[in-house]
């Protein structure tokens, strides 16, 4: 019998203005552009403008990343982070109690040739390695592509990539092997991005994120059965088909 490698995973901390705001676990690597795309998804920075210092503690074992912001800004995060705990609303703070906070001009979901897109994204057929992968796309092309034990991880770090690279985000969309639940479609859409596309599908709550958001996501996309969600479009609001 074979034996299998084990995948790296790390404990990882965000500090913010000297208060630890959050835990967690990841791939090592990346942490700056993990903490920044936390940082977006979060509210505490917005997916434009200049880039916080972030201040990186790696001991081996386990890593962080401390960043001073405005206060106002924290204290405007910290106020909707605790609405949504205490109110028990979750991501459908953004669906019920501030429907307008993410609404956007967003485009659809381009023409693509997915199958050979995900074929590169998956890279050296590692879709058994027991990692998620993910990349911004304008659809012709991967960037920032990253392979994660988190897929929400896989998500910040992609988006964290190409703001510390000073690109962008408008019209860009994400491309993942992962399900996307509403929290993944609550990143991509506070990060700006245009659209998803999956190889899996989207939750429920998902779909009721992105049609607040105005953000389509393509799943299945794939194979022969691509499904098309796109809350511009009535059309295919539900309804199968690919993106046209």
Request: with cysteine; net charge negative.
């Amino acid at each position: 019998m074979k034996t299998a490698e084990p995948v790296a995973e790390i404990p990882f901390w965000l500090e913010v203005n000297g208060r630890r705001v959050a835990t967690w676990t990841c791939s090592p690597g990346a942490y700056r552009e993990l903490a920044l795309g936390r940082l977006v998804a979060e509210g505490y920075i917005p997916p434009v403008g200049p880039v916080p210092e972030l201040d990186l503690v790696d001991d081996g074992w386990a890593a962080g990343v401390r960043v001073q912001l405005p206060e106002p800004d924290v204290a405007r995060a910290e106020v909707e982070r605790r609405h949504r705990q205490e109110h028990g609303c979750g991501v459908l703070h953004f669906a019920t109690c501030e429907p307008a906070a993410l609404k956007a001009d967003r485009r659809g979901v381009p023409e693509g040739d997915w199958p050979g897109l995900f074929a590169v994204l998956y890279g050296d057929d590692r879709s058994g390695s027991g990692l998620h992968a993910a990349a911004l796309s304008d659809g012709e092309v991967l960037k920032h592509r990253i392979e994660e034990v988190g897929r929400h991880n896989a998500v910040d770090k992609v988006v964290g990539a190409a703001l510390l690279a000073g690109e962008s985000l408008a019209g860009l969309g994400l491309v993942i092997s992962a399900r996307i639940s509403g929290d993944m479609a609550l990143k991509a859409s506070r990060a700006g991005l245009s659209w998803i596309v999956t190889r899996s599908v989207p939750t429920t709550l998902a779909l009721t994120v992105a049609a607040s958001a105005g953000l389509a996501i393509l799943a299945r996309a794939r194979g022969p059965e691509a499904h098309l969600f796109d809350p511009r479009n009535p059309r295919h609001a539900g309804g199968p088909g690919g993106p046209g």
